[in-house]
């Protein structure tokens, strides 16, 4: 099985603070489906710059999008 870096990721949600983000990744985890978190904050040293840019972003596999979406209990979206 091919590791997340060698897949195409897709952004299924963004959240405000990293907090939130974490809980989602560990539902997402729980649920078995691989995710990863993305943001800029510097290298953790500036987390304020990420809430004025992408936010935290939640990032799984294409293929994962719409289950991802059912746990984190979003709307279904189509991809673009």
């Given at each position: 099985m091919a590791s997340m870096?060698?897949?195409?990721?897709?952004?299924?949600h963004t959240f405000s603070s990293q907090s939130?983000?974490?809980v989602?990744?560990?539902?997402?985890d729980a649920a078995g489906i691989g995710s990863m978190?993305?943001?800029d904050t510097v290298?953790?040293?500036r987390p304020?710059?990420?809430?004025?840019?992408?936010?935290f972003q939640?990032?799984?596999?294409?293929?994962d999008v719409a289950a991802a979406r059912e746990v984190l209990n979003l709307p279904?979206?189509?991809i673009p």
């Open positions: 870096y060698d897949e195409e990721l897709v952004v299924v939130e983000a974490d989602a990744r560990s539902a997402l978190i993305q943001a290298g953790g040293m304020h710059i990420a809430w004025a840019g992408d936010g939640i990032l799984v596999r294409e293929d279904a979206k189509q």
